[in-house]
């Protein structure tokens, strides 16, 4: 008899940002790769379940908010909603330098950015100007979180700290193109994958 201790399972867990667009290839492809897939819904989401055990969790970039996706399946109805022109308010802040904006969906509609951080209440005055200038929905936050909340604690942006808070997105420069990048990843499908376990 073999007393060998086994080896520990290791599951294998990844996230990736799929648009509203690419959302039924990722899935064909996911299905490809595992097997047929099951749809149930999630409180997080909707969890798709593959024969061979791998799962993966897909979170709509926002709440319906009463203007559910539209479609015949779980997958169409997502990508729908993740599809709609949702008003945000972009905040990136890095001691290396700032972006704010407003963006209604992907597209910039207004933007101040700077290569360095000089302080919170500067970055947030820039902030509240630009935020004013469209319909905002919610906030986006992304780069550095002690920065960001510092930024949003000033009083000149009380008005708009009430809205709802996206995902906090992973800056690590503030570049010219990072704005355009933040708004297109605010509005993906956050898919968590969880492979089988297998023997490590």
Known sequence: MDRRASAPRQQAIRTALVSAARLQ????????????VVEDLDD????????????????????????????GSEIHRLASLAAQERGLGLLLVRRGGYA???ASGTTIL???????????????EHAARIFSEHRMEYIVPGGDRALVDQVLAQPV?????????????????IKSAALQKAAADACSIRITVTDPEHAG
């Open 25 to 36: 290839g990722w899935v064909e492809r996911f299905a490809a790769g595992h097997g047929p």
């Open 44 to 71: 997080g989401g909707l969890l798709l379940r593959a024969a061979d055990g791998a799962t993966a969790l897909l979170r709509a970039p926002w709440p319906s908010d009463g203007r559910p996706g539209r479609g």
């Open 110 to 124: 207004a933007s101040k950015s700077g290569n360095r951080f000089i302080d919170a209440r500067s970055t947030a």
């Open 157 to 173: 942006l009380k008005a708009f700290t009430g809205r709802a808070r996206l995902a906090f997105l992973d800056i690590q420069e």
């Open 100 to 102: 704010v904006a407003s």
